[in-house]
């Protein structure tokens, strides 16, 4: 906290601290040995060392912006380097730079949270350098936990949009759907953002009834998650019933291309695919869910855990 609050304490945790670098907000992830992806997490020297290499200001890396902290207590910090040539830092930094989404399917679900989140810092500095009340720019603090239009007065803050996520269960099977964005066969729970003014509740029942046309019958809150997509999100993920005797679907609006239920045989198949399944070529209709960082997955877990159960 004190780091968010405190300018010359913040620039001091730098210079000691970690880095994950990102180019036009795709973060870079290097290849290990197995084949595989991680997110490489370089000290501020090894970021100074490269922008020197490259001929480049040393100030850059004061455009850093706090993330977070290490669990041996180093600040983490993220950088944009779009001014920079993609390639040269790829080259020095060996590594790829990586659109987020398919960085999602690729890094360990522990490293998620941490890219997604540089992620959400560094599109919302970028896309709040401006006073929406005066139009003059903005200032940013050391950390970039806010800005301040100094001919305003006016603070801003990093946003997020709450949006319910829920998995719905008519006791035998669940129902998951799907919008024509999605990667071919995939199926996810329902969700929507909530409405200004409304509770989680009320967007969850309004939600199912406007996309599949169902009336909630119970809910009951999961867990959360912080999602970078459009722009920055807290799903809120729930479970919720409809009676069996109503679980006629009815889909409506061009939101969703389809939505169905599923058994916990099919749920318990899709869970042990890969996301996406690898043999997916040719098999256009091989039903998958989204991968174990996604908080679709977990809700879908659950919900196979709870029957599995009773
Ligand atoms: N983490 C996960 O497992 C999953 C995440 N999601 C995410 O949930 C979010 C919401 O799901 P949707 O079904 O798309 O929502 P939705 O059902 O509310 O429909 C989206 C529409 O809502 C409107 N909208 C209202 N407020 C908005 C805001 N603050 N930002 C953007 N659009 C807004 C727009 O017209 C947009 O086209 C999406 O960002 C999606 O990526 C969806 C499924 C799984
Ligand atoms: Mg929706």
Same mark, same amino acid.
């Given at each position: 906290?004190?780091?968010?609050?405190d300018?010359e %304490?913040?620039? !001091?945790a730098l210079?000691s601290?970690t880095v994950?670098l990102?180019?036009?907000?795709s973060p870079?992830?290097?290849?290990?040995d197995?084949g595989?992806?991680k997110l490489? #997490?370089f000290?501020?020297?090894?970021v100074?060392g490269m922008l020197?290499?490259?001929?480049?200001?040393?100030e850059?890396i004061?455009? =850093?912006?706090?993330v977070?902290?290490s669990d041996?207590l /180093?600040a983490?910090f993220?950088?944009e380097v779009?001014?920079?040539e993609?390639n040269?830092?790829? @080259?020095?930094c060996?590594g790829?730079?990586?659109?987020?989404?398919?960085?999602?399917? /690729? %890094?360990r *679900?522990?490293?998620?949270?941490l &890219?997604?989140?540089?992620q959400?810092l560094l599109?919302w500095?970028?896309?709040? *350098?401006?006073?929406?009340?005066?139009?003059?720019?903005t200032?940013r603090?050391?950390?970039?936990? $806010?800005?301040?239009c100094h001919?305003?007065?006016?603070t801003?803050?990093?946003?997020?949009?709450? &949006? &319910?996520i829920v998995?719905v269960?008519?006791?035998e099977r669940c129902? /998951?759907?799907r919008q024509?964005?999605?990667?071919?066969g995939?199926y996810?729970?329902?969700?929507?953002?909530c409405d +200004?003014?409304e509770?989680v509740l009320?967007t969850?029942?309004?939600e199912?009834a406007e996309e599949v046309?169902l009336?909630?019958?119970?809910a009951q809150?999961s867990s959360s998650?912080?999602?970078?997509?459009? $722009? =920055?999100?807290? +799903?809120?993920?729930?479970?919720a019933?409809?009676?069996?005797g =109503?679980? $006629?679907i009815? %889909?409506?609006g061009?939101? %969703?291309e389809?939505?169905?239920?599923?058994t916990?045989q @099919?749920v318990? @198949?899709? /869970?042990?695919r890969? *996301?996406?399944p !690898?043999?997916?070529?040719?098999?256009?209709n091989?039903?998958? &869910?989204?991968p174990?960082?996604? #908080?679709?997955?977990?809700? #879908?877990q659950?919900?196979?855990?709870?029957?599995l159960k009773?």
């Amino acid at each position: 906290m004190n780091l968010k609050e405190d300018d010359e %304490l913040c620039r !001091r945790a730098l210079q000691s601290g970690t880095v994950l670098l990102y180019h036009k907000l795709s973060p870079l992830l290097q290849r290990t040995d197995r084949g595989g992806y991680k997110l490489p #997490i370089f000290q501020v020297s090894v970021v100074n060392g490269m922008l020197e290499k490259l001929g480049k200001d040393a100030e850059v890396i004061n455009s =850093s912006v706090l993330v977070g902290c290490s669990d041996s207590l /180093l600040a983490q910090f993220c950088l944009e380097v779009a001014e920079l040539e993609q390639n040269a830092v790829e @080259e020095l930094c060996q590594g790829v730079f990586t659109d987020l989404r398919k960085a999602f399917f /690729l %890094l360990r *679900s522990s490293e998620v949270p941490l &890219v997604t989140r540089g992620q959400a810092l560094l599109r919302w500095h970028q896309t709040h *350098s401006y006073c929406s009340a005066t139009g003059k720019p903005t200032q940013r603090n050391q950390a970039g936990s $806010q800005r301040v239009c100094h001919s305003s007065g006016i603070t801003y803050y990093p946003q997020m949009a709450p &949006v &319910v996520i829920v998995l719905v269960s008519d006791g035998e099977r669940c129902l /998951l759907a799907r919008q024509p964005a999605f990667p071919r066969g995939m199926y996810s729970a329902l969700a929507g953002f909530c409405d +200004m003014g409304e509770t989680v509740l009320e967007t969850l029942r309004r939600e199912v009834a406007e996309e599949v046309g169902l009336e909630v019958e119970s809910a009951q809150y999961s867990s959360s998650q912080h999602w970078p997509f459009p $722009q =920055s999100s807290l +799903m809120v993920a729930c479970h919720a019933t409809v009676s069996p005797g =109503s679980s $006629q679907i009815n %889909l409506s609006g061009a939101e %969703l291309e389809d939505a169905r239920w599923f058994t916990l045989q @099919e749920v318990q @198949e899709a /869970l042990q695919r890969n *996301s996406p399944p !690898r043999d997916i070529k040719g098999e256009a209709n091989v039903f998958w &869910v989204p991968p174990s960082s996604a #908080i679709a997955n977990q809700l #879908i877990q659950e919900w196979a855990n709870q029957q599995l159960k009773s």
